[in-house]
């Protein structure tokens, strides 16, 4: 009897032994840190803001210049709230609005006017359905947006956003947003 009892004493050290072993090992995997971050998937979408100069989306000037002598119109800011579009035509599906604001950042003696933009893009085209959070320098030669979260589908992005115009014939001005998003891989 007293054999059996070591024996039975023995194997339950031993059972004991090896389940603390995995609830350690596994218990270890999930709180430690790992040298290769869980990677990101790449999305792209683009659709068409449409912009008439004369619509009430617009709101030229609601901030005015610093100093228009020593600053061009460094300060003066616009408000704006226009329409965003799945095709190039303004009739086209409406996929949402995009609202924001920019800050004129030009000093005298620069070729090139810089504006500072924030925005928030409204976007459901039935596959992706939220808002994008966009800041950075808009210019007439290339503007390309941050991308810095966003909600619904968009919740934790980062990326970028390139805009081109398509379109300018005064008063209608068409831009072309191309949207490259990064979304974290769950592992």
């Known amino acids: 009897m007293e054999k059996m009892q070591k024996l039975h004493?023995?194997?339950?050290?031993?059972?004991?032994?090896?389940?603390?072993v995995l609830l350690s090992a596994s218990s270890t995997n999930l709180v430690s840190a790992s040298n290769t971050p869980r990677p990101f998937k790449?999305?792209?979408l683009h659709y068409y803001v449409q912009l008439d100069t004369r619509s009430p989306g617009i709101s030229l000037k609601f901030i005015p210049p610093i100093n228009t002598t020593l600053s061009a119109n460094f300060g003066a800011g616009t408000l704006f709230a226009l329409n965003v579009t799945k095709d190039v035509e303004p009739t086209s599906k409406r996929l949402g609005t995009v609202r924001g604001y920019t800050v004129e950042t030009s000093y005298l003696g620069f070729p090139d006017s810089a504006l500072l933009e924030v925005a928030m893009v409204e976007y459901d085209d039935g596959k992706y359905n939220g808002t994008l959070q966009l800041q950075g320098l808009a210019s007439q030669q290339l503007t390309e947006l941050a991308v810095k979260?966003?909600?619904?589908?968009?919740?934790?992005?980062?990326?970028?956003?390139?805009?081109?115009?398509?379109?300018?014939?005064l008063p209608t001005r068409t831009?072309?947003?191309?949207?490259?998003?990064?979304?974290?891989?769950?592992?």
Do not use: E, Q
């Open 9 to 20: 004493f023995i194997i339950s050290v031993a059972m004991a032994l090896f389940i603390a």
């Open 42 to 44: 790449k999305h792209h």
């Open 149 to 169: 979260g966003g909600s619904g589908s968009f919740r934790g992005v980062h990326g970028y956003l390139v805009v081109t115009l398509v379109v300018d014939h």
């Open 175 to 187: 831009f072309r947003h191309d949207v490259t998003f990064f979304v974290k891989m769950h592992s």
